[in-house]
């Protein structure tokens, strides 16, 4: 049974309700539209979306910077992209960190076509997305009720021992300094959260995987856009340049995220000595003059 997709679109620009209408209806998707205030906002996860979109021109009057705030932690915590119409640099009064969070900015009037291929890029398993993270919020439940049936020794021992990252547990691993939960889909840098959207942690998520390997920038592209044959560097660029933004304390001369020139790009948590090695690699003029420091 195809799961349906809910979006619910934050908004009260009723030409594009009825784009969207049209558009859902077609695609057997759920949309609900709701204001842009606070009483409204707090009902987002009662409507158990699996998309937001947001419409920049309409609400930027109205929404609050706890409103936004409150958007983000609901799309941090329970994995929900954000979509918003209109350019950031076009729209005044709005807190430009929403570009650390937002997953796509679409052309303002809204292009049913550039939704349509933002949809099938973020959702193209998205049956099989959607019932894993609903049977993990099913699971998640049921495993509260048990807890508050045992005895609050246990009960307590048991949140103790949840709070602490599980080494053995095949969704959470470790690179050096950071620390990867593939299953609550986040980073933390020092026991610090890295606060990442959709693509810049499935960006970083495939770097951490190997790290001693160089990812190629096209196997790269592959992996973030597997249905878009229009992706191009330029996109991998910008999303690597958010990326960096967030995990380096210098962007412009990172420590953990490196480019090797002529190739891709790895995680660096190497030693010193294989530091070395990559500067010099990166400091030859030619790819034949890299190569041939390794041979």
């Known amino acids: 049974m195809t799961t349906v997709l809910r979006i619910v679109l934050i908004s009260d620009d009723q030409y594009c309700l009825g784009l969207l209408k049209g558009y859902c209806h077609a695609r057997n998707y759920e949309i609900s539209q709701i204001a842009a205030n606070t009483e409204s906002i707090n009902k987002i996860i009662d409507m158990q979306p699996d998309v937001i979109i947001l419409t920049l021109h309409s609400v930027q009057n109205r929404l609050k910077t706890s409103d936004l705030e409150l958007i983000r932690k609901t799309r941090i915590k329970h994995v929900i992209p954000v979509c918003c119409l209109g350019k950031i640099?076009?729209?005044?009064g709005l807190d430009r960190k929403i570009e650390s969070w937002v997953d796509v900015f679409l052309d303002d009037p809204l292009d049913i076509s550039q939704l349509d291929n933002f949809l099938r890029n973020s959702f193209i398993h998205h049956d099989h997305l959607i019932q894993d993270r609903r049977r993990g919020e099913r699971r998640l439940t049921n495993d509260r009720r048990r807890s508050l049936s045992q005895n609050s020794d246990s009960h307590n021992k048991q949140l103790d021992d949840n709070r602490l990252p599980k080494n053995n547990n095949e969704d959470y691993f470790v690179a050096g300094p950071f620390q990867i939960d593939q299953r609550a889909k986040r980073v933390l840098l020092n026991g610090k959260s890295v606060d990442l959207t959709r693509k810049e942690f499935e960006l970083f998520e495939l770097l951490a995987t190997d790290v001693a390997r160089v990812f190629m920038a096209e196997e790269i592209i592959q992996h973030l856009w597997p249905t878009n044959n229009r992706a191009t560097k330029?996109?991998?660029?910008?999303?690597?340049?958010?990326?960096?933004?967030?995990t380096e304390d210098d962007p412009n001369n990172p420590q953990w995220i490196l480019t090797i020139k002529g190739f891709g790009y790895r995680l660096n948590v190497a030693t010193p000595a294989e530091v070395k090695v990559i500067k010099e690699f990166n400091s030859a003029p030619s790819i034949e003059q890299r190569v041939s420091r390794f041979n």
């Not at 640099?89 to 005044?92: D, K, L, Q, R």
């Open 89 to 92: 640099n076009n729209v005044s």
């Open 234 to 246: 330029s996109d991998l660029y910008q999303y690597m340049h958010l990326l960096r933004k967030k």
